[in-house]
């Protein structure tokens, strides 16, 4: 094979980059685009009351987990920029979820390599990933259908959402707080 042979085909990144999502490169990995891309990401497949980014999502967690994990907390969602999300029934019960899940983890690789990251992600930041996730249903989902597996308690502060603009800039600043630890 050639020298240039890469895996699947190409998407075009925010910042210009040719990014292979099935063929990662760990140098080809920029924060302008994990940041940008998950900014205009709604949580929750947009099914939420109001527009809710998972680069707020990420801001809150790696606020939330202890500075040790704060960069973790913030890029435990990283992978997304680049293959989008795909809702809980699907990730965990079907055929489809578990190729997505292997794609996101073998990308989460990568995404530890660049940024100079131990795997797996510390269990604290699934731990308040979980946490963020309760404080999602009560502060932006409608009335539940049917009760929600409450496996986490959520924190007393409430999310008011903010813009997506807001997001990506809050994002990068967390960035450059969190790299600096």
């Known amino acids: 094979m050639p020298d240039d042979f890469r895996k699947g085909d190409w998407i075009q990144t925010f910042t210009g980059v040719l990014f292979y999502p099935l063929d990662a490169r760990a140098h080809e990995i920029r924060i302008a685009d994990i940041a940008h891309s998950l900014s205009l990401q709604c949580r929750f497949a947009g099914h939420c009351r109001c527009f809710y980014s998972v680069a707020e999502h990420s801001v809150r967690v790696s606020r939330a987990v202890p500075p040790a994990d704060a960069l973790w907390g913030l890029l435990h969602d990283a992978a997304e920029a680049y293959l989008v999300d ?3 029934p699907l990730k965990r019960f079907c055929e489809m979820g578990r190729l997505y899940a ?3 983890d073998a990308l989460m690789v990568h995404v530890a390599e660049r940024f100079g990251l131990t795997m797996p ?3 604290t930041v699934k731990h308040f990933d979980t946490v963020l996730l309760m404080m999602e249903k009560r502060d932006l989902m ?3 259908p049917k009760p929600w597996e409450d496996i986490a308690e959520p924190l007393a502060e409430k999310i008011r959402p903010w813009s997506s603009k807001k997001s ?5 600043r967390r960035y450059v707080e969190v790299s600096a630890l």
Do not use: D, K, Q
């Open 102 to 104: 292997e794609i996101e």
């Open 121 to 123: 992600a510390p269990p």
């Open 86 to 88: 795909l809702p809980r």
């Open 142 to 144: 409608c009335a539940e």
């Open 168 to 172: 990506e800039a809050m994002f990068m």
